[in-house]
């Protein structure tokens, strides 16, 4: 039975100008951790103990943050029409708290989507074309 390993390994390596932008500068480890044909599941973990997120609000704030920075990497690469995350904070005793949401959505501009580390729209839909055929196959591999 074919799994979504090989589409979250090239989600990761893809992402990893996004991951490493909020690893970095931010302290977050961010990384997909499945596909299906109807979720994203990413994990969301900062990683420094001043990045807490205490509050309901700056936590659910963060994770549309992320989805919003993979969803502008992405595009239709994934489409999936839904994201779960999973918020983990040591430092809080939080492990795998779950939010969910809508994600690729093709009335989306996903441009225009606001986050803090969002690439530049030139660059992305060059790249996107350069592994878009690996993509396809990946995402038709899954059930």
């Known amino acids: 039975m074919p799994q979504s390993n090989d589409l979250v390994k090239l989600a990761n390596d893809y992402l990893l100008s996004v991951r490493k932008g909020y690893g970095m500068c931010q302290q977050i480890n961010v ?18 103990r001043v990045q807490s997120f205490e509050t309901d609000r700056a936590q659910r704030t963060l994770i549309f943050n992320v989805r919003n920075s ?26 795998d708290r779950e939010f969910a949401g809508p994600f690729y959505d093709p009335l989306y501009q996903e441009f225009e989507l606001g986050s803090s580390v969002m690439p530049v729209p030139e660059v992305v839909i060059e790249s996107r074309e350069r592994v878009r055929s690996r993509f396809r196959e990946a995402w038709e591999a899954i059930d």
């Open 70 to 95: 993979l969803l502008g990497q992405l595009g239709d690469l994934i489409p999936c029409p839904n994201f779960r995350a999973l918020y983990s904070n040591e430092s809080q005793g939080i492990k």
């Open 31 to 48: 990384a997909v951790e499945d596909v299906t044909r109807d979720f994203l599941t990413f994990s969301v973990k900062p990683f420094n």
